[in-house]
């Protein structure tokens, strides 16, 4: 049973840590979409649509957002209750922040890409289209987190096709992690910075007064234990 500690790292425990300065946002849910479907089961035929239009609204809205002088937009699902959604439903959400909040501005330059070299070179790769690459994070909080990112483009904000690229293969870990799982709630949302990328935080284990009071998580399942059995599930 490892136990993980981020400390300091490149996606450290800051998405949970309270502190700092409080976030200014310009509405705490200027957004928010609720799919009849979860993203999950959206099929590839019928998905493409779904997730590009998705993809094109994000683009737009931080187009506005950045016009209007807010600078980070927060873009975020969350899917099954315990996640902070309805069991049924997907819910994504967008808020507006004048900075990048904690949780992104902490993680160190370049570390990133030492995370996707790390998911490239050893067995924690989960799965790949075009260049955008899902791999389990070395150090994830709880098991099965993972991280999407472009293998190569430095962008602080994938261009619209690449986005498509990258919520199909959110979608496809989401069909991986519950084939192997079941249908567990999850979070993910999108990391901008010198380079963009997804974090899923699948939720199978309770947080508890190491996680929130100390930042300490304690992870049951090897990351490398887990890419190996997300590989070996089936998607769609
Ligand atoms: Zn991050």
Redesign the pocket.
């Known amino acids: 049973m490892p136990v993980l500690r981020r400390a300091g790292g ?2 450290a425990a800051g ?1 949970l840590r309270r502190g700092g300065r409080p976030a200014k946002s310009r509405h705490p849910r200027l957004a928010r979409s609720r799919r009849a479907e979860p993203l999950s089961r959206l099929r590839a035929a019928g998905g493409r649509r779904p997730l590009a239009a998705t993809a094109i609204a994000g683009a737009a809205r931080a187009d506005a957002a950045r016009a209007e002088g807010f600078g980070y937009l927060h873009a975020f699902v969350n899917e099954g209750r315990v996640a902070g959604a309805s069991l049924q439903h997907s819910h994504s959400q967008l808020v507006w922040l004048r900075d990048a909040p904690p ?2 501005a902490g ?1 160190a330059p370049g570390g ?1 890409r030492d995370l996707v070299r790390r998911g490239r070179e050893t067995e924690l790769e989960v799965t790949h289209r075009a260049d955008v690459i899902a791999f389990c994070h070395p150090a994830g909080r709880l098991p099965y987190e993972m ?1 999407i990112a472009s293998k190569e483009e430095l962008a602080p904000w994938p261009d619209g096709a690449t986005l498509v690229v990258a919520l199909e293969v959110l979608r496809e870990a989401v069909q991986r992690l519950q084939r192997v799982e079941g249908l567990v709630p999850w979070n993910a949302w999108l ?1 901008q ?1 010198r380079d963009w ?1 997804i ?1 899923l935080v699948p939720r199978l284990a309770t947080l508890a007064g190491i996680e929130l009071g100390a930042g300490i998580y304690v992870n049951t399942v090897a990351p490398e234990d887990a890419a190996a059995a997300l590989r070996s599930a089936e998607a769609d």
Request: charged share 35%; no cysteine.
């Open positions: 490149p996606d998405e949780a992104a993680e990133l991280a990391h910075g990328h974090e």
